[in-house]
C-alpha cells in the first residue's frame, strides 16, 4: 500500500478480513485515503452483522456482497455455508457469486465467489467515474458510487445493512448529468442528475415512459 501510494493513484482495492499488521497497516491505509484514495476492501465473507476493522478509518469504502437476485451474497462451499458480512458500516454492495475471474493456473480463468471479487466490481465503477469526470476528487467519487445503486433484496436483520443498494456502473456515471449523452441514450426506471444535462449535434437522448428523473 505504501508502494503504490507514491504513485498517488486514484484508487486503491484490497481484501482483507483481518489486519495482520496493526497499526503500521492502518497507518498506510489512513496515508493513502488522505492522499485522495478511494481506498476500497470488501466486508467479509462471516455471514454475521459485525463491525469490520476497516471502518475505523474515515472514508474507506467497505463493499458488501450480492446474489443472482440482488439478496445478500450466500451459498454452501463443500459443506461449509459462506455468506456476506453485513452491518452499518457496508458502503455499498456488489454481486459476489460465481464470477469469472482471471487465475494464474489452468486456463487463466476461474469461477469465484465471495466479497474479495465484490470490491474490484466497485473498483472498477469508481475508475469509470474518474475517467469520465476527472476533476471530481475522492469524496465526489464515494458520493457517486453511493448514489449509482439498484436497491437491495433484504430481509429481518439484513434490512438496511448492507449499504446504500447494489452498485449500478450506468447510474454511477449519470447521475452527474453528461456522460449518458455522450451517444445515443435512453434513460429508463429511475436515475439520479446532479449538473446540466448536455446533449451533442446529431446524438439523441430518449426518456422512455415512466421513467423517474431526479435532480
Do not use: C
Not at 2 to 26: C, E, W
Not at 95 to 117: C, E, H, R
Not at 194 to 206: A, F, M, Q
Amino acid at each position: 500500500i505504501k508502494y503504490a501510494a507514491t504513485f498517488h493513484p486514484d484508487i486503491i482495492v484490497t481484501a482483507m478480513d483481518q489486519n495482520p499488521r496493526g497499526g503500521h497497516l492502518s497507518n498506510a491505509i489512513q496515508e493513502a485515503v488522505d492522499d485522495g484514495a478511494v481506498y476500497i476492501n470488501g466486508a467479509g465473507n462471516s455471514g454475521y452483522w459485525e463491525h469490520h476493522w476497516l471502518e475505523a478509518i474515515d472514508q474507506v469504502v467497505l463493499v458488501g456482497g450480492t446474489d443472482y437476485e440482488d439478496g445478500r451474497w450466500h451459498e454452501i462451499v463443500l459443506g461449509e455455508p459462506y455468506l456476506s458480512t453485513y452491518g452499518p458500516f457496508v458502503t455499498v454492495s456488489a454481486p459476489a457469486s460465481g464470477l469469472k475471474i482471471a487465475v494464474p493456473w489452468g486456463s487463466g480463468y476461474d469461477t469465484q465467489s465471495g466479497t474479495s471479487f465484490a470490491g474490484p466490481i466497485v473498483a472498477g465503477v469508481a475508475a469509470l467515474v474518474k475517467s469520465a469526470y476527472p476533476h471530481m476528487d475522492r469524496d465526489d467519487i464515494i458520493w457517486m458510487i453511493k448514489r449509482g445503486v439498484d436497491p437491495i433484496i433484504a430481509t429481518g436483520d439484513t434490512l438496511n445493512w448492507m449499504g446504500t443498494g447494489r452498485t449500478n456502473a450506468y447510474r454511477a456515471l449519470t447521475m452527474y448529468g453528461n456522460v449518458a449523452t455522450l451517444a445515443d441514450t435512453t434513460w429508463a426506471h429511475e436515475l439520479w442528475v446532479g449538473g446540466d444535462v448536455i446533449v451533442p449535434d446529431h446524438r439523441t437522448l430518449t426518456i422512455a415512459a415512466g421513467t423517474t428523473v431526479n435532480v
